[in-house]
């Protein structure tokens, strides 16, 4: 069953965010990850949340997505990533 990354992303300096965006998307698809949502407008049906930067990526599986999101390549991003951003991620099967 496939699985679903979704992180609400607030960039707070966007020359090192830059960085992490170039290099995570080779990461993902290594473990079969790929985009189906990357920023883009908005609108909030219901509610009071206030998203930021939206990305979906698809795996095919949780165990591939947590691989992913255990593994060496990444973990060198998370980093890059913690400097320049304030997330929320969640995995969705």
Not at 17 to 28: H, I, K, W
């Amino acid at each position: 069953m496939a699985a679903y990354l979704i992180a609400d992303v607030d960039i707070t300096d966007a020359a090192v965010f830059e960085e992490y965006r170039r290099d995570v998307p080779t990461t993902e698809a290594r473990y079969g990850g790929r985009y189906i949502a990357r920023g883009g407008a908005t609108k909030v049906l219901e509610g009071d949340w206030e998203p930021h930067r939206l990305v979906i990526v698809e795996f095919p599986d949780m165990a591939s997505l947590m691989a992913w999101y255990g593994s060496p390549e990444y973990s060198r991003l998370k980093p890059i990533r913690e400097r320049c951003a304030k997330t929320r991620i969640i995995a969705l099967e």
